[in-house]
């Protein structure tokens, strides 16, 4: 492995960037030794250095990241396949990468391999229209009942089953224009609820006001259509997982021996299990949605098991399942189900609070864990393989001080206890699990590499001294313990971020130190969301200093504070499923792109309702005081005449309230609202017309309008108001609060910023105290959802009480990302 010094990285930033990488790439990639030093040696065996298309640097990058280690005598011979556009698609690659795994470092026929990988196969356009009908026809009446809600996905993988070397591109530009010819331009219908008819859009009051009819985003990759395709099966796992090079010059190859893979194996039945371990040390927010989503998805997707494992330690003391635990460090165990395993081998952090909270969240997103498991699950096994790591010679307590195990690695430099005899090892640990020793006076080191040039096998902390007045006076690290549980459940694959690539070397050396089953272990990139902070501890900072109020405050990206805000489960696992869970670094992503799944389901769910927020009294002189009618007001844009339970009552009086914002004094072209003079509609009302407005003392503040209206309707104004009318003579209409939320921080990317603080957004929340809503809302209940129609989605916040409704404004009906931000 190579370190890459300052010299050197503005020469491969630009190599790099010949090959087509973009420039954050890159960057990235240099951060990383290992990647670094592979990339640089594919470059040089392909003769590229001197640039190349940026398809091919794709391909290449692939190539440096996920070639078989024990094949890599044939990655030259790739790399020509790959230069010469004979292997050109991801999918070939990836062929190439299971034939040479099988392979290994034998010898191979040319033939097969280009067979394997359909080398020379031409697939024409007219074959891949011929399937796509097929495709289609197989799937019509399906295809005609959804419409454009049809996952598209679907069909692509039908037809890249059948036509597995084609053309992705093409294959989507045929898929995209047969719906079109099947299904014609996609209506206004298409977006909103189902099995509903369109109807006669009205003109809203303020142009700039108008809900947007948006088209759903350009459709997934190729890689993002089933994204768990890129995960081996669980008897795939005998290949060489990771290459350990030491200072001596030794390389270690870690891989399952076939009698290990046989016995793993048989305990599991082949299932995949995998693990979502949080660590308890705050509330899970939406880059844990995506760990999810990997975790429980892929154990859903291929019929397996995913645990709950609690990560971290902890000193409370905890009830589940009338059986007490002390909890201490933990993963998850194996059997054939999503596990849940939490992490509890940090001891401070955590809380019980956050505990119940990650099982409950986990439960709201959808899923379902097949066994909830703490890591002090296993901390008699994980003892006992301390011992044995003693015990051949791969451990040995240590008494270095915190500050002087951070200045020997930083030189490199072995402790002085680090050769001591293993009988002395033995005896000091017992000690310190009895509770002999004094906390902070020793721990236990793992044996491995003090000269390496990764700085995760410098002698990483397998056991430090905890005093708890408990049986275990020690507690085990998440470096020592993660690895061992994952192999102790049987985990199949154990998927992490990609901060955690660098700690694969000894995730891996220390189970094959130990002799244990080796899981596949792949990193993904995080995901990060714009305007916000990910970070778990600025997250407790605002909550702690009551920047925000509490963990589950709207404006966060908690998923309690989104579920607040009224965003739902399944519109968060849409987002996260259209970013996708590849290796590729995504940047951030933009808060709207979230927004338009939010949008997409509401429009689908939340029925429709009248609100006004700052309203302004109009008093209709032509209407009789005291008269009320009780009008029609549909639930869903599509109602149908038939339907009883599409419409809902509201009243109308001689006293209604608009919008304060929907008068003006002047009018212009331009302007839909009302103003002296001029007539507008009350949506599913009557038109009406400003004939005098009453002024405040500074003759500029409008008090009152006085209107009259027209109950022939036979008046045809453009603009279309909203509304709420007094229910009776003199009584206001139902008056409830409103919550208005916007991004918590004014820049993209603040977690970038030395003063992260300063850019708090002082208008993230406004809170509107008297707004009027029409009277059937005071029905609604914690949790429900509505369009206000002309002001955005609201949904009824757990502050309201039977006196006074709270409602928090989830978001806006104007949408950016399908505009262009796609």
């Known amino acids: 492995m190579v370190v890459v010094k300052e010299g050197k990285a503005e020469e491969l930033l630009e190599l790099f960037l010949k090959i087509g990488l973009d420039e954050r790439t890159a960057k990235n990639t240099i951060a990383n030794n290992k990647v670094t030093t592979n990339l640089t040696a594919v470059i040089h065996e392909a003769a590229v250095t001197d640039g190349c298309e940026r398809r091919i640097g794709n391909l290449l990058y692939t190539v440096a990241t996920k070639h078989p280690a024990n094949a890599l005598v044939h990655r030259p011979t790739l790399l020509q396949y790959v230069v010469s556009s004979k292997i050109k698609t991801p999918a070939q690659l990836e062929a190439a990468f299971s034939f040479f795994a099988s392979v290994g470092a034998e010898n191979f026929k040319v033939d097969e391999f280009e067979e394997a990988c359909g080398v020379g196969v031409e697939v024409s356009v007219e074959d891949i229209e011929k399937t796509v009908n097929e495709v289609f026809e197989e799937n019509k009446n399906s295809i005609l009942e959804l419409r454009y809600r049809t996952n598209v996905g679907d069909l692509f993988a039908h037809v890249r089953k059948r036509l597995p070397w084609a053309d992705p591109k093409i294959v989507k530009q045929l898929i995209d224009a047969k719906l079109y010819e099947l299904l014609g331009e996609r209506t206004a219908a298409d ?161 019980k609070e956050y505990i119940d909270h990650i099982e409950e969240i986990v439960k709201w997103m959808g899923w379902e864990p097949f066994k909830i498991t703490y890591t002090s699950d296993y901390f008699q096994n994980l003892y006992d393989l301390a011992v044995e790591l003693i015990q051949r010679g791969h451990a040995y307590v240590d008494h270095q001080t915190p500050e002087e195990i951070k200045e020997y690695r930083e030189k490199k430099m072995n402790s002085p206890w680090r050769d001591r005899p293993i009988a002395e090892s033995l005896k000091l640990f017992e000690d310190m699990r009895r509770g002999l020793i004094e906390e902070g006076k020793a721990t236990l080191r793992m044996k491995q590499d003090m000269q390496s040039d990764n700085f995760n096998m410098y002698d990483l902390i397998a056991y430090r001294i905890k005093a708890s007045g408990d049986k275990w006076c020690i507690y085990p690290s998440y470096d020592y313990a993660h690895c061992i549980v994952d192999s102790i459940e049987n985990i199949t694959h154990s998927l992490c971020t990609l901060e955690f690539e660098t700690r694969r070397a000894s995730y891996y050396w220390l189970l094959h130190s130990l002799g244990l089953y080796q899981p596949y272990v792949w990193e993904y990139s995080r995901l990060n969301v714009s305007n916000t902070v990910m970070s778990k501890r600025k997250l407790n900072f605002l909550v702690t200093n009551k920047y925000v109020d509490g963990w589950d405050d709207p404006r966060l990206m908690t998923l309690a504070g989104l579920r607040r805000r009224g965003v739902t489960s399944t519109s968060i696992n849409s987002f996260v499923r259209g970013i996708g869970i590849t290796r590729s670094d995504c940047s951030l992503i933009r808060l709207d792109r979230l927004e338009y799944h939010i949008r997409e389901e509401l429009n689908k769910t939340a029925p429709r309702t009248l609100v006004v927020l700052n309203p302004l009294k109009v008093v209709i002189t032509n209407l009789e005081s005291g008269s009320i009618m009780h009008l029609d007001a549909k639930r869903w844009p599509d109602a149908q005449a038939d339907d009883a339970s599409a419409f809902y009552k509201v009243p109308f009086s001689n006293v209604v309230y608009i919008e304060r914002t929907d008068f003006r004094m002047k009018d212009s072209k331009d302007y839909y609202g009302l103003a002296p003079g001029k007539s507008v509609l009350l949506r599913y009302a009557f038109p009406i017309k400003c004939t005098e407005a009453i002024l405040a003392d500074d003759n500029e503040t409008v008090l009152e309008i006085r209107a009259e209206y027209d109950s022939s309707k036979k008046t045809k104004p453009k603009g279309v108001l909203h509304w709420v009318a007094e229910p009776s003579p003199g009584v206001h209409p139902l008056k409830v609060e409103v919550r208005l939320f916007d991004k918590l921080f004014k820049s993209e990317n603040p977690a970038e910023l030395e003063d992260w603080l300063s850019d708090l957004n002082p208008k993230s929340k406004e809170v509107i105290h008297g707004a009027f809503a029409e009277p059937s809302l005071h029905t609604a209940v914690v949790g429900d959802k509505f369009q206000f129609e002309r002001l955005g989605y609201f949904t009824v916040d757990k502050d309201s009480t039977p006196e006074k409704l709270v409602f928090n404004r989830t978001v806006t009906l104007k949408d950016s990302y399908s505009k262009g931000g796609k």
């Open 191 to 351: 977006n909103e609820k189902p099995a509903k008819k369109k109807e006669k859009k009205e003109k809203p009051a303020k142009v700039e006001d108008k809900p947007t009819a948006v088209e759903a985003p350009a459709q997934p990759s190729e890689e993002e259509l089933n994204p768990y395709l890129i995960f081996p099966q669980p008897v795939d796992n005998i290949q060489v997982h990771t290459e350990i090079p030491f200072s001596n010059g030794t390389v270690l190859r870690c891989c399952n021996s076939k009698e290990m893979l046989d016995k793993h194996l048989k305990v599991t039945g082949g299932k995949v299990f995998t693990r979502f371990p949080p660590e308890p040390n705050g509330y899970l927010h939406i880059g844990h949605a995506k760990a999810m989503f990997v975790d429980f998805g892929l154990a859903k997707e291929r019929g397996g098991c995913c645990y709950l494992r609690v990560t971290g330690l902890t000193s409370i003391v905890i009830l589940k399942h009338n059986k007490m635990y002390i909890v201490v460090s933990h993963f998850e165990s194996s059997n054939a189900l999503l596990r849940s395993r939490y992490d509890d081998t940090n001891p401070e952090a955590e809380k």
